[in-house]
């Protein structure tokens, strides 16, 4: 999992808390038992994760950053939080269920993160998750790639931290580990970002700052802007920005 993405937890929390908000679908998907062990893959700062604990089950939390699992441990203190990488993690707990929101799209190693999911899983666990799927923030990356281009010289495509894979392209890597495929769906979701005229700017200084990573700060001001005004016909109505976002969720289940 790249370590270029540097998550600012506070920013996360009052700028896209978005996240965490749409996220309560997927753990409604999870239906968490009262006393089972359910681990967080790529919890974040935790809101889920207590969602989680709230239906009884002990749930334990996993993030990539060491900044999220200090937000995540400060708010929720009862519950245990670790830093791990989602694409290479052994612990010796085995698991009911494993679930993840919004996280599996910055893991660019798919049968890695499967893999691990299945071996930590119990039989007849689950793997419930939701994350970008085919064509996610197409409007934004195609804008980003054109400023970068235009203005930088750069291919953005070989900076693109994003894995959005199709139902198709998933279904078959989990079944290829052995997962039998119970639900998958693919949906437009097009979110609203807070802050109104602001709102693009603190999502690509929130989540796309892989494509930035060269730029000094005036440039990377500059070409958020440029990406505004090129994204802004299809993204900006009704006095805010919308992230033109497509999701896929699942939900595997290992045989018993």
Known sequence: MSSNQVWQSDHYDRKLGFVSEL????????????????LDLGCGTGDLAYEINQAGAHVTGMDFSKEMIGEARRKYP???FFVGDGEYFTVDSKYDAVF???ALHWM???????????NHLKPGGRFVAEFGGKGNVETIVQAIGEVLREDFDTDADKLNPWYFPSIAEYSALLEQQGFRV???AHFDRPTQIQDHE???HHWLNGFAGHFFIALTQAQRQAACEKIAVKARNELF???????????????AIKPG
């Not at 996220?23 to 359910?38: A, F, M, S, T």
């Not at 660019?108 to 299945?118: E, N």
């Open 108 to 118: 660019k190693k798919p049968r890695a993160v499967i893999a691990g999911v299945w």
């Open 198 to 200: 602001q709102g693009l």
């Open 237 to 251: 109505r009704d006095g805010s920005w919308y992230a033109d976002y497509k999701r896929l969720r699942v939900m």
């Open 23 to 38: 996220g309560k679908d997927v753990v409604r998907l999870l239906n968490p038992v009262k006393d089972e062990h359910i």
């Open 78 to 80: 009862q519950i245990p």
């Open 182 to 184: 119970a639900y998958a």
């Open 100 to 102: 993840s929101n919004a």
